[in-house]
């Protein structure tokens, strides 16, 4: 009973790791399309999306904004944080 517990426990893990890795190169992708002239390919995308999604969660509850649950409110907010994050990466490669 307790080898099925943590099968099914792992598989889990697993499925929140890909779905993270999936709305992080969709957020990315997308911020960099936003934001033009920024592009980092497939795994920086991933990355930029994943600390959107982190910059997101704290700058969208403090402004008072609520895009509610779900994979596209996620895609969303990832996407805004993605923005801000190139925005601000941006202005510190001209300086």
């Given at each position: ?6 099968a ?65 409110a ?11 994050l ?10």
């Amino acid at each position: 009973m307790e080898g099925e517990a943590v099968a099914v426990a792992g598989t889990s893990v697993l499925w929140v790791i890909v779905v993270a890795l999936v709305i992080g190169a969709i957020a990315g992708w997308l911020a960099g399309l936003i934001v033009e002239g920024v592009g980092f390919g497939l795994i920086g995308n991933i990355v930029v999306g994943i600390i959107g999604a982190i910059i997101a969660s704290f700058l969208l509850p403090a402004i008072g904004l609520n895009l509610g649950g779900g994979i596209l409110a996620s895609i969303i907010s990832a996407v805004i944080g993605a923005v801000v994050l190139l925005v601000i990466i941006g202005l510190f490669r001209r300086a």
